[in-house]
């Protein structure tokens, strides 16, 4: 691919991570998309031929990258895995106040709305989180956990995260991470 094409593709993909994450999968429409990216028409067919799901499954991917290398990178700076959870949530709750709370994890949004309805985009979401379960589950091994231990606690880490960015979002609020954060340090101390 030409790279104009690849330019066009990746705005493409931005633009619809932006909008399904501030509105959701029904709420972001593919002319809103094209329009943000600053793309022809033409070009959403071209690089995405099976349509909107195909353009939001790249977008989901890539926001799910992204916080993944987030997770892992910071994983490497921390000393232990409560360091990590403390800067996983502070790095999420830093995007959301800058994003005025229009954004909060860039997958949930979609996760509710299509699990039950949409296969394929159901299975991306699944798959997002178990790799963000793994980076964390890998830091606890890390720290002496048994594996199998470690996947059971990451989980219950990556569902406090997930449950105080909702509800932080919902609440316009830092108040429920600051919360979960001394949840997850029990959690962790246990």
């Known amino acids: 691919m030409a790279v104009k094409g ?3 593709r990746a705005r493409l993909i931005n633009a619809a991570r932006t909008l399904i994450e501030e509105r959701g999968y029904f709420g972001a429409g593919l002319n809103e998309m094209i329009d943000v990216g600053k793309a022809p028409r033409g070009s959403l067919y071209h690089h995405f031929p099976r349509g909107k799901d195909e353009l939001i499954a790249a977008a989901l991917a890539a926001s799910g990258r992204e916080v993944a290398t987030l997770i892992r990178t910071l994983s490497e700076e921390a000393p232990d895995a409560r360091a990590l959870i403390e800067a996983v949530l502070d790095a999420l709750a830093d995007r959301m106040e800058q994003a005025g709370y229009a954004k909060g994890c860039p997958i949930a949004t979609v996760a509710l709305e299509v699990a039950a309805t949409n296969d394929p ?3 991306i ?4 989180y178990a ?3 793994r980076a964390l589950a890998d830091r606890l091994v890390a720290d002496g956990h048994a594996p199998d231990q470690a996947e059971g606690l ?3 880490l990556l569902a406090l995260i997930e449950g105080a ?10 108040t429920p991470i600051d919360r979960v954060r001394v949840s997850a340090g029990l959690l962790l101390k246990a």
């Not at 979401?125 to 997002?128: K, P, S, T």
């Open 6 to 8: 690849e330019q066009t």
């Open 121 to 123: 985009l159901q299975r």
């Open 125 to 128: 979401c699944a798959d997002v």
């Open 154 to 156: 990451a989980g219950s």
């Open 165 to 174: 960015l909702v509800l932080a979002r919902a609440q316009r609020s830092r």
């Open 131 to 133: 790799d963000w379960q």
